[in-house]
């Protein structure tokens, strides 16, 4: 059984358009991210939500909106893509806030977004 | 600014040892973490240190000290297996992760 699951996992679209991305855990973790790994390789935090309530939110443009319809579930919907939104976008989980600190985060496959 | 330095690139002959140095500068302390990306796939947990001192998990080690701002993972009887990235990330004030970029080590037969 996979833990973390996203998908799609490759996404090939055209600038402007407005995609969504899903997330998913059978962890039971109360918490969940976006991330997101440029080709620097990088990550970066988007959003974090704690049982579906928003508790990180980064400096990502508002083009970036996620949802979260339950705790299991944390979606990115991504409106008006541009060349720069090429990246690899990845969602994990852990068990509890980041407030505790030792908490492992379990990263999903990853989702390869490419913007033409 | 919060910065973690790591090595680009690493590489290391089959059966030996490598150390994986990172420093960091960061606002405020909760923890560091080592984890593990293999070419394409997701990161995965190696390590987890908030005192200093080594923590022993195997073949893989990871060494803190915070007055220096300066951890390393240690990974013994090296395996092609291991050829991979290890990101270094280090809990902020806010208890936000900062990544460094990550080391990618190459093992040589």
């Known amino acids: 059984d996979t833990a973390v699951s996203q998908t799609p996992k490759y996404l090939v679209t055209q600038m402007g358009n407005d995609k969504s991305i899903k997330c998913e855990q059978n962890?039971?973790?109360?918490?969940m991210y976006w991330y997101k790994q440029d080709s620097k390789k990088f990550l970066k935090i988007m959003f974090s939500?704690?049982?579906?309530?928003?508790?990180i939110n980064e400096t990502v443009p508002n083009r970036f909106s996620p949802k979260s319809p339950d705790k299991a579930h944390l979606n990115l919907h991504i409106n008006s893509l541009e060349l720069g939104d090429s990246a690899v976008y990845f969602c994990?989980?852990?068990?509890?806030?980041?407030?505790?600190?030792?908490?492992?985060?379990?990263f999903g496959p990853g989702t390869r977004l490419l913007v033409l | 600014g919060q910065n973690i330095d790591q090595p680009t690139e690493m590489t290391a002959t089959e059966g030996a040892i490598v150390q994986i140095n990172c420093t960091y500068q960061?606002?405020?302390?909760?923890?560091l973490f080592w984890y593990q990306q293999h070419a394409g796939e997701a990161p995965t947990f190696l390590s987890y240190?908030?005192l200093d001192g080594l923590e022993e998990k195997g073949r893989f080690s990871s060494f803190l000290s915070r007055s220096k701002g300066y951890s390393y993972l240690l990974l013994k009887e090296l395996q092609m297996k291991d050829s991979a990235s290890y990101l270094c990330?280090?809990?902020?004030?806010?208890?936000?992760?900062?990544w460094g970029a990550g080391t990618k080590l190459i093992i040589k037969p």
């Open positions: 962890l039971g973790h109360d918490t």
């Open positions: 960061t606002s405020g302390f909760n923890g």
């Open positions: 994990a989980s852990s068990q509890d806030l980041p407030e505790w600190a030792q908490e492992t985060q379990y």
């Open positions: 939500y704690n049982n579906k309530e928003l508790i």
């Open positions: 240190n908030v």
């Open positions: 990330a280090v809990g902020d004030s806010n208890y936000q992760l900062i």
